[in-house]
């Protein structure tokens, strides 16, 4: 695999305990030559950490959700893809911030990519680590991406995926939030890209179930909720 082809870019919100640690894992991939950490309004060290690291860092003043984190760092990468004058833009790589050191394992999902044999790919965790409580989300999501285009991924949330430019400007402008996931794979299936799903042994943090964490799967559903709605 070329040195260079792929660009990681990684939303992160509160994420200073492990930031350091999946950014200098994902620095390690093979084909990797950029770092993109874009943190959405964190109140912690998350921005420190992530320098520390190694990472370009952009920073959104007030939490706008993963989606726009998404766009900020694809847009930073095409700047400097235009800056270096590329003769082809690099593919994005996108992590979720809490992967930590296991973000050294999420090579394959660009290799198909970049081979040209995948305009997208979709995560499939190989781990067991209960992520407690997100079965009636996931199931919303698998079920309208079914309806939608009539395939269901494995894991319709995984946020770990890698797309190719081209792709990526087709799925524009991204659902909001954690909805986002969802859309990319209905958009891009509903417009005849190839998706493909890959199995990697990454892990994120297990899930809670506390009022926080509670919380936070409601926002989930509202956002899966709302980017099915305007695509079913």
């Not at 912690?44 to 939490?63: C, I, K, L, Y």
Request: charged content about 25%; proline content about 4%.
């Amino acid at each position: 695999m070329p040195k260079g082809d792929v660009a990681v870019v990684i939303p992160a919100r509160n994420e200073s305990d492990r930031i350091h640690d999946t950014v200098r894992a994902a620095a390690g991939l093979p084909g990797v030559d950029l770092v993109v950490v874009v943190d959405d309004g964190s109140r912690d060290g998350t921005s420190r950490g992530a320098e520390r690291a190694g990472a370009a860092v952009m920073r959104h003043a007030r939490a706008r959700g993963k989606g726009a984190a998404m766009e900020t760092g694809a847009e930073a990468v095409r700047l400097l893809d235009d800056r270096e004058s590329r003769a082809s833009p690099r593919h994005l790589l996108f992590l979720d911030a809490d992967l930590g050191s296991t973000a050294a394992y999420a090579g394959p999902l660009a290799e198909p990519v970049i081979a040209g044999e995948a305009d997208m790919t979709i995560a499939v965790f190989t781990s067991t680590v209960k992520l407690g409580g997100h079965g009636l989300v996931v199931g919303l999501s698998g079920a309208g991406i079914r309806r939608a285009t009539g395939w269901q991924p494995a894991q319709p949330l995984n946020g770990q995926r890698c797309l190719t430019r081209a792709a990526f400007e087709a799925a524009r402008p991204l659902a909001a939030g954690f909805g986002v996931e969802t859309a990319l794979t209905v958009d891009l299936a509903r417009k005849g890209l190839r998706i493909t799903e890959v199995e990697v042994p990454l892990a994120h943090r297990a899930t809670g179930t506390d009022l926080r964490s509670q919380l936070h799967r409601a926002r989930q559903l509202a956002d899966v909720a709302r980017a099915l709605a305007t695509r079913l």
